[in-house]
């Protein structure tokens, strides 16, 4: 239907005075486009939804298009060198883009800025601000000076900052499966680590508001949550009032429906308590990440890590005890200063020992600052890194392709993720045990439970068929 109205004189006057007053106003404050571009852990990744919720709430809007963006914001990880270098990399393919969009201001967030604060600035030209994982709340008065010309950096580490009250925006999320932050920072220094510098002090966040954001993923129609943290088991609120044990239970009491995971667990702090709290409740996932990094009790010393390799099996044994469908995941360190063949060798056994269903494997790289840097030397040559990182990998394969094969024949409940990259007539979802399996579309949704039996796998992949 169409309303046909008099428009009196005065009116089409003040109409139009009212559309030039909001025309002014939109070209004083158009909406900013803000592109953000996440590298490094699921931290990373969190914190660049935390941003997101902090720069729209300012009014900035999102967009998927990089050559759509008035800002570029790269969250940047700083854990190995060449980490960095990708994003010096990064930086200098961007500059092709800023030629042609000279509006386009580019800004270093997170540990890479926090490491490198205004050296990044002097280093990099087409930088315009530097901010650390602190200090994003910071980031809407920044844009503002950056707009009139002045670059800036804030990177203060905080003892306090847990962005606990911000409700994170998931922009590259599936819908069905999210991380929520639990805790910020890590003081284990281990001795090869550049985290402790990059991200400051441990804290944890307020329980309540973890439960409340995994309350409203739920009822968004999310069925998996990842609580996460550098050392997810030293969480502590209001001095050991909730420990990880006690918060573990509060989020999978949300509902039987939805997933609990959680990443990563120290071995010095991975308790009974959490592993009983894990045998009662179906819902939290059969998975344990366990960073090991070397099976020499001689390294792990000199890494730090506060155990050594005889605690870290009876950590094994005590999970095969509570959590015996459970899967066990880990990461590794080839060629940490002064490592011989034969410490070299017993990661190797180790790898055998514990038969890990999944393995980050890394090959050392030196990171200024840190405790090796400034105490060791870099000794094991690049080559032979490589050498041992390889034998390592192989061996992960071998043992990661037995396992799998172990669960042929078995019926696993898989929480439906989407449609597999290999074929489009595929699904593909994870088991509590956190492996991918790939099955037949038929009529099935994502965001379903659905039981499939294994029926062939790959070192990496489940495959099978559905089951009633
Ligand atoms: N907080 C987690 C790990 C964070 S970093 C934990 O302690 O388990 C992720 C992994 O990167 C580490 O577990 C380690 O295996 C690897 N890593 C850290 N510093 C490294 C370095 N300087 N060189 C190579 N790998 C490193
Ligand atoms: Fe780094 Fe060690 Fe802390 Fe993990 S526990 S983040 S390896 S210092
Ligand atoms: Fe990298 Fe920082 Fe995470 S150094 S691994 S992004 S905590």
């Known amino acids: ?17 009212f559309h030039l007053s909001n025309l002014q106003m939109a070209i004083e404050q158009r909406a900013y486009n803000i592109y953000i571009e996440t590298y490094g852990c699921q931290m990373n990744f969190a914190d660049s939804d935390v941003v997101n919720s902090i720069l729209q709430k300012a009014g900035y809007t999102s967009v998927e298009d990089i050559a759509q963006a008035d800002y570029v914001l ?6 190995r060198d060449n980490a960095e270098q990708r994003i010096r990399k990064r930086l200098h393919e961007l500059k092709s883009l800023q030629r042609q969009h000279p509006q386009l201001r580019i800004g270093i967030l997170g540990c890479m ?13 087409n930088v315009s601000f530097v901010v650390g994982p602190d200090a994003y709340r910071k980031l809407p008065g920044m844009l503002e000076l950056v707009r009139k010309g002045l670059r800036q950096a804030e990177t203060d580490l905080s003892t306090e900052e847990t962005y606990s009250e911000i409700q994170p925006v998931r922009l590259n999320g599936n819908g069905i499966s999210a991380y929520i932050s639990i805790m910020r920072g890590c003081q284990n220094f281990c001795t090869y680590c550049v985290v402790p510098y990059t991200r400051g002090r441990e804290r944890s966040r307020d329980p309540q508001a973890i439960v409340a954001e995994a309350k409203m993923l739920f009822d968004e129609g999310y069925r998996e949550v990842t609580l996460l943290g550098q050392n997810v088991n030293s969480y502590r609120w209001n001095g050991g009032e909730v420990g990880f044990p006690q918060l573990m239970e509060m989020v999978a009491q949300v509902s039987p429906l939805l997933r609990v995971r959680f990443a990563t667990s120290h071995p010095k702090d991975l308790s009974d308590d959490l592993l009983k709290v894990m045998a009662a409740y179906p819902n939290i996932c059969r998975c344990i ?32 005890q509570y959590l ?7 990461d590794v360190i080839a060629g940490f200063c002064t490592e011989t063949e034969e410490d070299h060798q017993m990661t190797l056994d180790m790898f055998r020992k514990v038969s890990y269903d999944y393995a980050f494997m890394f090959m050392f790289s030196m990171r200024p600052d840190t405790y090796a840097a400034k105490h060791l030397e870099d000794d094991v040559p690049e080559a032979e890194k490589k050498r041992r990182l ?18 042929v024949g078995k019926v696993f409940e ?3 993720e989407g449609t597999s990259h290999r074929s ?36 990496a992949t489940l495959k099978g068929e559905v089951v009633e």
């Open 289 to 320: 990440h366990l960073p090991v990094q070397s099976g020499s009790d001689r390294m792990l010393k000199l890494m730090n890590r506060h155990y050594d390799s005889a605690w870290y099996l009876n950590r094994i044994d005590a999970i095969r």
């Open 74 to 79: 790269i969250n940047t990880c700083a854990i």
């Open 414 to 416: 898989v929480l439906i």
């Open 390 to 407: 390889e034998e390592i990998i192989a061996l992960q394969g071998e043992i990661a392709l037995q396992n799998n094969r172990k669960d």
């Open 113 to 125: 800025a926090e490491r490198l604060k205004n050296q990044l600035m002097e280093e990099e030209d």
């Open 424 to 459: 489009k007539d595929q699904l593909c979802g994870r088991n509590s045990q956190n492996k991918m399996v790939v099955f037949d579309k038929g009529s099935l949704q994502p965001g379903n439970y659905v039981n499939v039996r294994i029926t062939d796998c790959t070192a």
């Open 324 to 330: 015996p469908d459970c899967s066990i995941t880990t």
């Open 1 to 17: 239907m169409i309303i046909h109205k008099k428009i009196s004189i005065p009116t089409l006057f003040s109409i139009f005075a």
